[in-house]
């Protein structure tokens, strides 16, 4: 019998970068943070990682007090530094930011980097009662892109809630699903087990990228993590710290790790 084409297929890896994010109060706050994408984008490169995922609002922390302060757009001259390490690493880099909106308050979104040196966005579409005064939702539809023969489907947090939203993207024929979060202490458990319900459901590959330290006033549980089309768990990263969580297929088979960026 002749090998499947799946075994032929060439090797794909995706990550979850958990990194503790400052309150964007300064220059030299948004610098830091700024600093910690890089080193996790490094990082993820030298791991082979093709696409990256970091947490809800990664770049400013969330802060819903200030997004209409720092909100900015796609094309932004301050996201020119990851978007360089982008194309020189051929990463795709999901940035959690607030966004523009040219009608009225700014969307809690995710600016995507590809490593053509295009940059495209996602906006939050389902938002917790807590974020309608300072937040506007995206527009509904999915959004989706390749790589590498996978098709990414970008999640915020409470948009994970919704089964309508996962199952769209499964519709849309996605086979990654992507989601920048801030989960508590208090509501992960249940927060984790819809991600691997939709993942069982629709045979999605589930990422969740968490904080890896307080913010925004929310203790966030940390443990990032990945789950198989199925629902497996493949991999989860500690409570608290700067990790990596790993998903890597050859074929049709994933496997996890996690990596501690203290160790890198």
């Known amino acids: 019998m002749p090998p499947s084409d799946a075994a032929h297929r060439p090797s794909f890896a995706c990550a979850a970068a958990q990194i503790a994010v400052r309150r964007v109060d300064s220059a030299a706050d948004f610098a830091a943070?700024?600093?910690?994408?890089?080193?996790?984008?490094?990082?993820?490169?030298?791991?082979?990682v093709d696409v990256l995922v970091f947490p809800e609002l990664s770049l400013t922390g969330y802060e819903l007090d200030r997004l209409a302060a720092l909100a900015l757009a796609p094309d932004d001259a301050r996201l020119d530094p990851l978007a360089e390490l982008a194309v020189r690493h051929g990463l795709t880099a999901l940035i959690g930011t607030p966004l523009t909106n040219a009608h009225g308050q700014p969307h809690i979104g995710t600016v995507i980097l590809h490593p053509d040196g295009t940059r495209s966005a996602y906006a939050k579409q389902h938002l917790h009662a807590s974020e309608n005064a300072y937040a506007t939702p995206g527009s509904s539809g999915v959004n989706t892109f390749s790589v590498a023969g996978q098709v990414c489907a970008p999640a915020i947090c409470y948009d994970t809630e919704h089964r309508t939203h996962a199952e769209a993207a499964a519709h849309a024929g996605a086979s990654l699903y992507l989601?920048?979060?801030?989960?508590?202490?208090?509501?992960?458990?249940?927060?984790?087990?819809?991600?691997?319900?939709?993942?069982?459901?629709?045979?999605?590959?589930?990422?969740?990228?968490?904080?890896?330290?307080?913010?925004g006033g929310y203790r966030s549980a940390g443990r990032s993590a990945v789950w198989a089309p199925g629902g497996a768990l493949l991999a989860c990263a500690p409570a608290v710290g700067d990790a990596l969580v790993v998903a890597r297929t050859h074929g049709a088979h994933w496997q996890g790790e996690v990596l501690n960026l203290a160790d890198a």
């Open 33 to 48: 943070n700024l600093a910690a994408h890089r080193r996790a984008m490094t990082h993820a490169a030298m791991a082979g």
């Open 179 to 215: 989601a920048g979060v801030l989960w508590s202490e208090a509501g992960y458990a249940a927060d984790a087990a819809t991600l691997a319900g939709h993942a069982r459901d629709f045979g999605l590959l589930a990422l969740e990228a968490n904080h890896g330290a307080p913010s």
